[in-house]
């Protein structure tokens, strides 16, 4: 967006993050009622519209808890083709319970999937099916204010912060950065893997948290490159010219950074955040493939994108192409980790103490 593009929709901005912030107030005064559960509820959210890393920060949550307590995950299922509440299973499709759900079913079998875009029957419908759970992770919760979370994570792009953005629809924000106070911590994500502590202070200072919050800053992982498809040499080629990216996430940045180190050439496909890919789609991918003047070429698509292609009526389109998926996992830089971990476990711990009490 052009900077005089978004002078001009200032007043619309301003009007937008008003009417954000006269609902907060409302939940505030409790005109409004956020429902509290006798559980541990731990949402991760962010200020923007998509794009700062939640699901591997879910999936960094679910490793630390899972081995010692019951988790469950419960999101809107953004991109779904059905409403309500649904327990996932393995017969869940992309469309019955959305892209980013269906990822997280498919890496933990022991986790249980929920979406419903009213959270606060999401989380009672799971209790009364699973009365076993002690965990709940609120994926993209930030602002769904009727659920009112035991511990509070909010998420911003280092290369974004909350503090340079501005509401919609001149900016991303979904409110006023003012908002970030209601958060219990605070996670800086996609820094870079070498982190100056003057960087850090930097960003603490432009941040301004409470003295009651706690940043943390976090990095990308990058596991090594898999076959999609079964019928491709599923070893990833240590010479290749050229690397077709194609994806339909919010923000591709780091990942076209990572592949650039590993070929001559990214040529980049770029769709909407979880974009509902057709057949005519992968024909231009195909094409595109097929286009690069090389021999010594292959395509490369994330996690969360493979999770939309593998439906009935794309089947196995691209199966005798040489496809790659790109994992991603997150950590934290020097004695970030120890402290995060630390202050998450000791939330459940004494949420389940209490608990039992009462």
Known sequence: ????????????SLCYGLAMMVRNFLFDLRVLPSKTFNRSVISVGNLTFGGTGKTPHIEYLIRLLSPKSMVATLSRGYGRKSSGFIL????SGVKY??????????????????????????????????????????????????????????????HRLYSEDWVLPSGTLREFSSGAGRADIIVVTKTPRIFSPITRRRIIEELKPHNSQHIYFSFIKYLDPVPVFDTINPEFPVKVTNILLFTGIANDYPLREHLERMCSELVVMKFADHHPYTVKDLESITRTYHDLPTQKKLIVTTEKDVMRLKTPELGTYLKNLPLFCVSMEIDFHGNDKEKFDNEILRYVKQNQRNSRVS
């Open 1 to 12: 967006m052009t900077r005089i593009l978004q002078v001009i929709l200032l007043p619309v």
């Open 88 to 91: 996932a299973s393995k017969r």
């Open 97 to 158: 319970i959305g892209d980013e759900p269906l990822q997280v079913l498919k890496k933990f079998e022991e986790v249980k999937v929920a979406v419903d875009e009213k959270r606060s029957r999401g989380i009672r419908l799971l209790l009364e099916k699973h009365p076993e759970l002690n965990v709940i992770l609120l994926d993209d919760a930030f602002q769904h204010r009727y659920v009112k979370p035991g511990l509070s994570i909010l998420l911003t792009d280092y």
